[in-house]
């Protein structure tokens, strides 16, 4: 009789040079809770003001390194939660194995999970609408007032923001899988990071990124060769322990159709350090080079 059973699935693994790959993360014990309802996070990259002066030289003016008196010490984190539905039909399972699954599943889906909620911010900006600390928000400092970029001098500009912004501190850039694919010239992996190959900035090719442009949730369809790019400072991100939201057999089968759903989910939170946050519309064509005007600033606009 000719085998009719079901072979073991492939371990799959996650994205490379995603988000987790250049990420500060802290996983937090399962009974560790009290970050799950809100935080603040304390920043030294630029809430001070910095300047050159000469020594002995009563009365002389100061040269102004950068100035940041305006810039909070403190910005607010709302975590939100990863979830991952598991369904499978009642014969042939084993409640361990189920179980063993669904917490992988969520393991794995976590990178792309927390990557599409920097870049969306579906969770953030309803928890925190003012502080735009997600990547597609209009609180954005814009490159470029009107127009595309060819790619080569968007990632360019990007950088130069980056270290004209606070102290010039080493940045993230954030780029979609297309956009990574064409940025061979300009990258470079060191193990299992991507840096910028002349500045050393850390490069995330994420597959949570959409490209959509600020206030936008998703990226447009009607013209793909147009994507948006953005900079930020140094990411962190906090993790808590998986749990099964279904941890009884009885909870989980549903005996009018013989399956069982396994419901497992995380606390999860996402931010970036520093007052750097810049994006750059890019075309992806050859002949995108058109530029409107472009601008720096030391900050968010």
């Known amino acids: 009789m000719p085998f009719t059973g079901v072979m073991p699935?492939?371990?799959?693994?996650?994205?490379?040079?995603?988000?987790?790959?250049?990420?500060?993360?802290?996983?937090?014990?399962?009974?560790?809770?009290?970050?799950?309802n809100g935080f603040d996070f304390e920043t030294e990259a630029c809430n001070f003001n910095a300047s050159i002066m000469k020594i002995c030289a009563p009365g002389e003016p100061d040269l102004e390194l950068f100035d940041s008196s305006d810039t909070p010490s403190y910005y607010p984190v709302k975590p939100f939660a990863i979830k991952v539905e598991d369904v499978c039909l009642t014969p042939g399972w084993d409640v361990h194995d189920r179980k063993a699954m669904v917490l992988r599943k969520?393991?794995?889906?976590?990178?792309?999970?927390?990557e599409m909620e920097l870049w969306s911010g579906f969770a953030t900006s309803v928890s925190n609408p003012d502080e735009g600390r997600w990547l597609a928000s209009d609180?954005?400092?814009k490159i470029a007032s009107s127009g595309t970029m060819s790619l080569n001098l968007a990632f360019a500009l990007l950088e130069k923001a980056l270290g004209d912004s606070g102290v010039g501190g080493q940045g993230v850039i954030h780029v979609p899988r297309d956009v990574a694919t064409l940025l061979d010239t300009h990258v470079q992996p060191e193990g299992d990071v991507l840096k910028s190959k002349n500045n050393g900035n850390l490069v995330v090719s994420g597959?949570?990124?959409?490209?959509?442009?600020p206030g936008e949730l998703d990226r447009s369809d009607t013209d793909p060769t147009k994507v948006w790019i953005y900079a930020t400072g140094p990411i962190v991100v906090h993790l808590g322990a998986p749990e099964l939201l279904t941890p009884a057999m009885d909870?989980?089968?549903?005996?009018?159709?013989?399956?069982?759903?396994?419901?497992?989910?995380?606390?999860?939170g996402v931010y970036w350090d520093g007052c750097s946050h810049f994006g750059?519309?890019?075309?992806?064509?050859?002949?995108?080079?058109?530029?409107?005007n472009a601008s720096f600033g030391s900050g968010p606009n």
Not at 207 to 213: D, L, M, Q, T
Not at 282 to 291: E, R
Request: hydrophobic fraction near 45%.
């Open 9 to 36: 699935a492939i371990k799959p693994e996650i994205a490379s040079f995603g988000l987790l790959s250049v990420a500060d993360v802290t996983e937090h014990p399962e009974r560790d809770s009290h970050w799950v």
């Open 251 to 268: 909870a989980a089968i549903n005996l009018r159709n013989n399956e069982v759903t396994w419901v497992a989910a995380r606390p999860a």
């Open 207 to 213: 597959v949570g990124y959409s490209g959509s442009a």
């Open 106 to 114: 969520l393991k794995l889906v976590t990178q792309k999970a927390l």
């Open 139 to 141: 609180t954005v400092t």
């Open 280 to 292: 750059v519309e890019v075309d992806l064509t050859t002949g995108g080079t058109s530029v409107g």
